[in-house]
């Protein structure tokens, strides 16, 4: 009893012990947030900062281009059919998918044999109709001599019957006498009336042995041109393509052999949007004669051909919309017909204004400016093109400000923020001037010409800001400034 006693009171003592040690522990802790709370130490408030990158905006002269995809043809296109039916009995050496053939060469012939039969019948049916019209020749000119016989002899009786009416009128001759007379008037002029139908007969067989020469020529000349139609040349220097024929085969007539299709007169042909295709007329609504370029990339290699705007189409196809425009090519090397290029098309230069990123205006048409004291200001902007992932845009006010390239949500009005340096040269304009009063520097030729092709290439830089660059480039001396900010866009 002793021993659970004392145990007992040893655990109440060591309960007692911790209780008094957290209750002073609260204490403190109570004591220590008291004291903090009432010294008030708070960190001070400090307005955010962004980080921007900026261009400033130089207005000049940009050539929008227009990007589309287009499709080739050629502008000379020949299906060859067979004009006869019959047997290949000669095939050219090229004729086959791809061959190439010249203007003039033969391509093919069937075989002549039932034509050549065909123009020796018509010339000898010719030859029977020209004999005929030499007999009906003879024919009409005796004809003639037996009329001109008969009428000699109708007058001899005509006068006969004269002398013997004029006897009889004085008492000398006979009734009879003058019957006789009248008589053989009478049959000498029968003979003459006869004679004149026989005449008549002659003139119109000499017109049907005429129209039956004339009948021949024809049947002859079309002989003769199914024999020639047998044998098929080549209309123009150009390829073959689609050819399904090969030497000995039957073909009937009208059959599609092949497709000659000129290389060299090749066009593409695009479909603009009725807003692009307004942008491409003049004044008097007609289609102006735009220079284009065409590009095809074929296992890495890029290749190139440039053209002209040539034409449209009379009228728009049905569930289509917009305009099809074509336009010819000039020496379009490595280019076929069906090919899917891309088609470039320069136009007409706009005047005062500036290329950005597609990323500094929003969709209000608007872009934030930095203003006083490095805050954003929202300024409005007219969006004149859409070009890749850049902007064309017109804004007289905002000449010589910087305009932030990237916008983002974080990004309004009244924003604080820090500029970058400006991503392209399309900013170093007043970099440039600026420069001017930094050091000279001699640059060697190599180093020289690879800033000068960088600048050349750059399309986004303003034709003026590029010209005044090029023309400090010139010079024997060139600010060092102007060298540091370019080889700083070259190196990026």
Do not use: C
């Amino acid at each position: 009893m002793r021993f659970l006693r004392r145990s007992l009171m040893g655990v109440f003592l060591l309960a007692v012990t911790v209780g008094l040690l957290v209750w002073a522990g609260d204490i403190l802790y109570t004591s220590l947030q008291a004291r903090m709370n009432k010294e008030g130490h708070q960190r001070p408030a400090r307005e955010r900062v962004f980080v921007v990158n900026v261009e400033r905006f130089e207005p000049g002269s940009i050539e929008p281009e227009l990007t589309t995809f287009g499709e080739l043809r050629s502008r000379r296109a020949l299906e060859i059919r067979a004009p006869a039916s019959g047997t290949i009995v000669e095939l050219a050496e090229n004729f086959e998918e791809g061959g190439h053939v010249r203007q003039g060469a033969l391509l093919l012939q069937v075989d002549p044999a039932d034509a050549e039969a065909r123009v020796g019948q018509a010339r000898i049916d010719l030859s029977e109709a020209e004999a005929e019209l030499r007999d009906a020749e003879r024919s009409l000119a005796l004809a003639r001599e037996e009329v001109v016989a008969a009428q000699e002899q109708w007058d001899l009786r005509s006068k006969a019957l004269g002398r013997q009416r004029d006897l009889q009128g004085r008492g000398v001759g006979t009734e009879a006498a003058v019957e006789t007379a009248e008589l053989a008037a009478a049959s000498a002029n029968q003979a003459l009336v006869s004679r004149k139908g026989s005449l008549a007969s002659a003139e119109a067989r000499l017109d049907q042995a005429g129209t039956r020469l004339e009948r021949q020529k024809i049947t002859l000349a079309e002989a003769e041109r199914s024999l020639a139609d047998t044998k098929i040349f080549a209309a123009f220097d150009g390829t073959l393509s689609g050819v399904s024929l090969v030497q000995g085969g039957l073909v009937n007539a009208n059959e599609r052999l092949a497709q000659l299709i000129d290389p060299e007169a090749l066009e593409v042909t695009f479909r603009l949007s009725a807003a692009q295709y307004a942008r491409i007329l003049d004044e008097q609504g007609r289609l102006l004669g735009l220079p284009v370029v065409v590009s095809l990339d074929v296992l890495g290699v890029d290749l190139r051909a440039q053209g002209r705007v040539s034409r449209e189409s009379a009228a728009v196809g049905e569930g289509q919309t917009g305009r099809l425009i074509f336009a010819s090519l000039d020496a379009p090397k490595g280019f076929r017909p069906g090919d899917f290029v891309t088609v470039r098309m320069t136009e007409p230069a706009l005047e005062n204004v500036a290329l950005l990123p597609a990323t500094a205006v929003d969709a209000a048409q608007t872009v934030l400016v930095v203003g006083e004291d490095d805050r954003l200001e929202s300024a409005p902007a007219e969006v004149m093109r859409r070009q890749g992932d850049d902007v064309i845009v017109r804004a007289a006010h905002l000449v010589g400000r910087q305009i932030v390239t990237e916008r983002s949500p974080l990004l309004g009005t009244g924003i604080k923020v820090r500029v970058l340096t400006p991503r392209d040269g399309g900013a170093a304009a007043p970099a440039a001037g600026a420069a001017a009063e930094d050091e000279m520097v001699e640059l060697t030729p190599d180093r020289r010409a690879a800033i000068i092709a960088f600048v050349e290439a750059n399309n986004r830089m303003p034709k003026d800001v590029k010209a005044r660059i090029l023309g400090q480039l010139s010079q024997p001396k060139v600010p060092a400034g102007v060298v540091k900010r370019i080889e700083g866009r070259m190196g990026g």
